[in-house]
């Protein structure tokens, strides 16, 4: 069973920058789409940013929500299995606990292959 681990967030000022890591274990990574979701106090957990392989495993695409793009860029660690997501130009909206999982990206967004979530991190974003 893949075992999920969140950690980086914290708090941060607007326009302030965090960067989430994902450990994964129990199973290799490097072969599935990985990505990040998050969950807004007293809302669904909602995507944020994916990023797999093309349809001939040459290289790496992301795909981003439209409140990330251009302030989120999601990259990975293949050798590690490890998943970052780099959080810049952040914004009191942004806060929320954040969540990785793997699984495959479908219409831009990652379906996960498994309903198993990790604690997540708590981002906040505050003067």
């Known amino acids: 069973q893949v075992q999920l681990v969140e950690s980086g967030g914290g708090l941060a000022q607007p326009g302030g920058s965090l960067r989430l890591s994902c450990a994964a274990s129990g199973r290799t990574l490097s072969s599935h789409d990985v990505g990040w979701f998050r969950q807004l106090p007293g809302k669904e957990r909602e995507f944020v940013a994916a990023i797999g392989w093309n349809d001939r495993w040459t290289y790496y695409m992301t795909y981003y929500a439209k409140s990330a793009q251009g302030r989120f860029t999601i990259s990975r660690d293949r050798d590690q299995n490890m998943v970052y997501l780099q959080m810049n130009s952040l914004k009191p909206e942004d806060t929320a606990v954040y969540y990785c999982?793997?699984?495959?990206?479908?219409?831009?967004?990652?379906?996960?292959?498994?309903?198993?979530w990790g604690q997540g991190t708590q981002v906040t974003v505050s003067s």
């Open positions: 999982n793997w699984g495959t990206v479908k219409n831009g967004k990652l379906v996960p292959a498994s309903e198993s």
